[in-house]
């Protein structure tokens, strides 16, 4: 494999939004792209234009570009409205493809319409593809409402799609054993877990203002699926501490936000309201400063949680509980990092909860522990080697150099 690659990444998600609103998907696909710009490569990352005002070209970083297509509105669209404009998509991103300078040594989709796309556009090419979907539909419906959300055509796309992609890339085993289950060849796919920004996520910092309580802090995007419910009934076994709930709408939605006024309800009615803060969604220069705050991070989606809020927190020297499922089974080491709770059970969760506060040496061990894992695993320079070890694969091994004749002529020769 060449010591530097070309690399084409391509996502539809909005790469170039409000960080605050950022999900896992746009965070990972711009900090591998850094990653591998960073380690010598050559990255082009392919996105929808999603804003008038914003340069078709934008430098990431050493070796890193985005460069934005224009494909239908100039606005973030949801999935169902940019299925009509993947056709547009499609032909120029397989224009800009086959330009010489542009052609590179393989093409990474990002995320079923990434996918998509990345597919139709490479047919005929001869160009490896490899695929990260950044959570599967068929686990996505599994949750209450689910199959409402998720788009009809999602699960069969990406079941083509793993199965045509030259390799899978799955986020953890849980994810890898989804794919195989929905008959992708286990040799073909590789697991590359998502990685942590060091430099922001760290022990040393600062911090948001606290009072005297030991803090529980939960962050999801989504609190319908993030377990908060669960962990506002389990603060009702916790007399002791307070729970800092971060995420779902801006801070100014905060009182017309359905979800939002159901917590708050429930917190009022367990006599816990004055314990419990929701502070909305935060920008994500604020997350770590939230983080360094906290004695647990709590981890609850019970479906698909996301795998990089405990490397965050565990980075942060933060010890995390977690349910083990998807990537939070991989990264938190149960006994070790943190502790592993079964999902939906408040009053489990409390008692255990309620326990590991009162043992200060363990959570000082522990938190240890995290910031040490997190920081030599996850680590975005270690995650980018090991996504460019299963590109090499798919990539044919470099012409041997030519040996130099370093044979000394005959004394006297020519005489």
Not at 139 to 163: K, Y
Not at 300 to 313: D, F, I, K, T
Not at 330 to 335: E, H, I, N, Q
Request: charged letters at 25%.
């Amino acid at each position: 494999m060449p010591s530097s690659l070309n690399l084409a990444l391509v996502s539809l998600a909005d790469l170039t939004g409000d960080s605050a609103s950022a999900g896992v998907h746009s965070i990972h696909v711009l900090e591998l792209a850094r990653a591998l710009g960073g380690q010598g490569h050559r990255v082009t990352v392919y996105t929808r234009r999603t804003t008038e005002s914003g340069r078709p070209r934008t430098r990431l970083g050493a070796g890193a570009t985005l460069e934005q297509i224009t494909a239908g509105p100039a606005r973030p669209l949801p999935e169902a409205h940019l299925l009509p404009h993947i056709r547009a998509f499609t032909d120029e991103l397989s224009r800009r493809l086959a330009q010489p300078r542009n052609r590179p040594d393989l093409v990474h989709a990002h995320g079923w319409l990434g996918g998509l796309a990345a597919y139709a556009a490479l047919q005929d090419t001869g160009l490896p593809l490899v695929q990260s979907f950044h959570g599967l539909g068929v686990v996505e419906s599994r949750r209450p409402g689910g199959r409402r959300t998720v788009h009809p055509a999602r699960i069969r796309i990406e079941r083509a799609l793993g199965r045509g992609a030259d390799t899978v890339l799955a986020g953890c085993e849980h994810e890898a054993d989804e794919l195989v289950r929905m008959g992708v060849a286990r040799p073909r796919i590789c697991v590359v877990p998502y990685g942590v920004d060091c430099e922001r996520f760290r022990q040393t910092g600062p911090t948001m203002p606290r009072g005297r309580r030991p803090r529980l802090v939960l962050v999801g995007n989504d609190l319908d699926n993030a377990g908060a419910a669960v962990a506002v009934r389990a603060l009702a076994h916790v007399p002791e501490a307070e729970l800092v709930v971060a995420g779902g709408p801006a801070r100014e939605d905060l009182e017309s936000d359905p979800t939002v006024h159901r917590l708050r309800t429930l917190a009022k009615e367990l006599d816990v309201a004055d314990r419990t803060l929701f502070l909305g969604r935060l920008p994500r220069k604020d997350v770590p400063k939230l983080l360094r705050t906290a004695r647990l991070a709590l981890c609850l989606a019970p479906h698909q949680p996301s795998g990089m809020v405990p490397l965050e927190a565990m980075a942060c020297g933060v010890p995390v509980v977690a349910v083990p499922t998807g990537s939070g089974a991989d990264s938190v080491l149960d006994g070790v990092t943190g502790l592993h709770v079964p999902p939906g059970q408040p009053v489990t969760l409390g008692r255990a909860l309620r326990r590991l506060l009162a043992e200060e040496t363990t959570l000082s061990a522990w938190a240890i522990a995290a910031a040490d894992r997190a920081h030599s695993r996850y680590a975005w320079e270690r995650i980018a080697a090991e996504t460019v070890r299963c590109y090499s694969a798919l990539l044919p091994e470099p012409e041997p150099e030519p040996a130099e004749r370093h044979a000394e002529e005959p004394v006297g020769a020519g005489v």
